[in-house]
T-cell receptor, first 114, second 114 residues
Framework: DAGITQSPRHKVTETGTPVTLRCHQT?????MYWYRQDPGHGLRLIHY???????DKGEVSDGYSVSRSKTEDFLLTLESATSSQTSVYFC?????????????FGPGTRLLVL | AQKITQTQPGMFVQEKEAVTLDCTYD???????LFWYKQPSSGEMIFLIY??????QNATEGRYSLNFQKARKSANLVISASQLGDSAMYFC???????????FGSGTRLSIQP
């Protein structure tokens, strides 16, 4: 599992409030990813990072921002949560190259926006 | 736009039969990679297998193999001798090597029947 943790694991919040989700890894991987999973949509990429302070947008980045000030932490912020952002959020790391290319996921965060 | 497609929303298979899950992609890139993941009802994402576009031989991992046909732009997952525990959602995912993005197909729900 590459030592990936997500916090919180569950959160209920109200529309309009800011929310920050944290992804923490212990193995110094360069690439980190945030996805959301909704019924009927599979996993959709929100943002990803390829190093400290290096981030880029994914498929569904509107309404989300990210920061990576340390290799081990990748933060996802919903500036003003909306009900459409109710979802399960997964963080992942990419392990490059040998023995093989791999992507490991955290356990997920269930977010409910009321 | 580059995309990845899983055309089978659901499949029912008898235990011990082999299963092929389809995945096609659309790209003009020469360098890329393809992942397959399993997501059981408990919700965690489990990495199964990876194939790079320059890999000469089809990837195998235990009962999983990847039928990679570059000319057809397909990367189908083959599960040999299916077991009841194989019942789950299966996702293929595409690695854009130039950008390090990894995006997912919509998934196939596999049900193994005794």
């Amino acid at each position: 599992d590459a030592g990936i943790t997500q916090s919180p694991r569950h959160k209920v919040t109200e529309t309009g409030t800011p929310v920050t989700l944290r992804c923490h890894q212990t193995e110094n991987h360069r690439y980190m990813y945030w996805y959301r999973q909704d019924p009927g949509h599979g996993l959709r990429l929100i943002h990803y990072s390829y190093g400290v302070k290096d981030t880029d947008k994914g498929e569904v980045s509107d309404g989300y921002s990210v920061s990576r000030s340390k290799t081990e932490d990748f933060l996802l912020t919903l500036e003003s949560a909306t009900s459409s952002q109710t979802s399960v959020y997964f963080c992942a790391i990419r392990q490059e190259g040998l023995p093989q290319e791999t992507q490991y996921f955290g356990p997920g965060t269930r977010l409910l926006v009321l | 736009a580059q995309k990845i497609t899983q055309t089978q929303p659901g499949m029912f298979v008898q235990e011990k039969e082999a299963v092929t899950l389809d995945c096609t992609y659309d790209t003009s890139d020469q360098s890329y990679g393809l992942f397959w993941y399993k997501q059981p009802s408990s919700g965690e994402m489990i990495f199964l297998i990876y194939q790079g576009s320059y890999d000469e031989q089809n990837a195998t991992e235990g009962r999983y193999s990847l039928n990679f046909q570059k000319a057809r732009k397909s990367a189908n997952l083959v599960i040999s001798a299916s077991q009841l525990g194989d019942s789950a959602m299966y996702f293929c995912a595409w690695l854009y090597s130039n950008a390090s993005k990894i995006i997912f197909g919509s998934g196939t729900r596999l049900s193994i029947q005794p």
